[in-house]
Protein backbone atom coordinates (compact mmCIF):
# COMPACT_ATOMS: atom_id res chain seq x y z
CA UNK A 1 0.00 0.00 0.00
CA UNK A 2 1.25 3.38 -1.03
CA UNK A 3 -0.25 5.80 1.49
CA UNK A 4 0.53 9.00 3.19
CA UNK A 5 -0.70 11.33 5.72
CA UNK A 6 0.84 14.24 6.85
CA UNK A 7 -0.25 17.71 8.91
CA UNK A 8 1.92 20.15 7.16
CA UNK A 9 1.63 24.14 6.26
CA UNK A 10 2.11 25.24 2.66
CA UNK A 11 5.21 26.61 2.27
CA UNK A 12 5.61 27.54 -1.52
CA UNK A 13 3.20 27.19 -4.01
CA UNK A 14 3.04 27.17 -7.47
CA UNK A 15 0.01 29.33 -9.82
CA UNK A 16 -2.31 26.91 -11.12
CA UNK A 17 -1.52 25.72 -14.55
CA UNK A 18 -2.85 22.97 -17.36
CA UNK A 19 -0.92 20.26 -18.41
CA UNK A 20 -0.82 19.44 -22.46
CA UNK A 21 -4.22 17.44 -21.65
CA UNK A 22 -6.00 20.22 -20.37
CA UNK A 23 -5.61 18.47 -16.74
CA UNK A 24 -5.19 21.73 -13.98
CA UNK A 25 -2.18 20.71 -11.64
CA UNK A 26 -0.37 22.59 -9.00
CA UNK A 27 2.95 22.12 -7.61
CA UNK A 28 3.71 22.76 -3.73
CA UNK A 29 6.69 22.57 -1.09
CA UNK A 30 5.13 21.45 2.45
CA UNK A 31 6.26 21.46 5.37
CA UNK A 32 6.19 19.77 8.58
CA UNK A 33 7.04 19.60 12.37
CA UNK A 34 6.66 17.27 15.05
CA UNK A 35 7.60 15.71 18.12
CA UNK A 36 7.77 11.71 17.48
CA UNK A 37 8.92 8.49 19.99
CA UNK A 38 11.72 6.85 18.56
CA UNK A 39 13.24 4.13 20.62
CA UNK A 40 11.67 5.47 23.85
CA UNK A 41 13.30 8.89 23.22
CA UNK A 42 11.33 12.27 21.67
CA UNK A 43 12.62 13.27 18.57
CA UNK A 44 12.27 16.40 16.68
CA UNK A 45 11.14 15.68 12.72
CA UNK A 46 10.95 18.36 10.51
CA UNK A 47 10.84 18.36 6.70
CA UNK A 48 9.94 19.79 3.31
CA UNK A 49 8.39 17.70 0.99
CA UNK A 50 7.74 18.49 -3.05
CA UNK A 51 3.81 18.02 -3.80
CA UNK A 52 1.29 18.37 -6.52
CA UNK A 53 -2.18 18.65 -6.76
CA UNK A 54 -4.43 17.19 -10.08
CA UNK A 55 -7.30 17.56 -11.41
CA UNK A 56 -10.55 18.58 -9.43
CA UNK A 57 -8.51 19.00 -6.11
CA UNK A 58 -6.04 21.30 -7.83
CA UNK A 59 -8.40 24.36 -7.58
CA UNK A 60 -9.18 23.91 -4.14
CA UNK A 61 -5.45 23.45 -3.06
CA UNK A 62 -4.58 26.83 -5.29
CA UNK A 63 -7.01 28.81 -3.06
CA UNK A 64 -6.10 27.40 0.22
CA UNK A 65 -4.25 29.25 2.87
CA UNK A 66 -0.41 29.55 2.73
CA UNK A 67 0.95 29.35 6.23
CA UNK A 68 -2.32 27.06 7.93
CA UNK A 69 -1.87 23.99 8.85
CA UNK A 70 -3.29 20.89 6.92
CA UNK A 71 -4.26 17.55 6.81
CA UNK A 72 -2.75 15.85 3.68
CA UNK A 73 -3.94 12.50 2.19
CA UNK A 74 -1.96 11.17 -0.77
CA UNK A 75 0.39 8.71 -2.35
CA UNK A 76 4.33 8.96 -3.35
CA UNK A 77 5.72 8.77 -6.80
CA UNK A 78 8.64 9.56 -8.75
CA UNK A 79 8.59 12.83 -10.14
CA UNK A 80 9.47 11.81 -13.53
CA UNK A 81 9.58 8.12 -15.18
CA UNK A 82 13.52 8.37 -15.10
CA UNK A 83 13.84 10.69 -11.63
CA UNK A 84 14.95 8.73 -8.30
CA UNK A 85 13.08 11.94 -6.45
CA UNK A 86 10.07 11.35 -5.03
CA UNK A 87 6.88 13.91 -4.84
CA UNK A 88 3.89 13.48 -2.33
CA UNK A 89 0.37 13.03 -4.79
CA UNK A 90 -2.27 14.88 -2.69
CA UNK A 91 -5.53 13.14 -3.16
CA UNK A 92 -7.16 15.04 -0.36
CA UNK A 93 -6.63 17.74 1.95
CA UNK A 94 -8.79 19.80 5.08
CA UNK A 95 -7.92 21.92 7.96
CA UNK A 96 -5.95 20.11 10.92
CA UNK A 97 -7.74 19.89 14.20
Known amino acids: ?11 ERDVLRYTPAGVPVVSAILMHSSQQVEAGVD ?9 FAAGEI ?3 FASAELGA ?14 SKALVFHIIDFS ?3
Open 1 to 11: MNQLQVVATIA
Open 43 to 51: RLVEFEIAA
Open 58 to 60: SGR
Open 69 to 82: AHQFTGFLARKSRN
Open 95 to 97: AAA
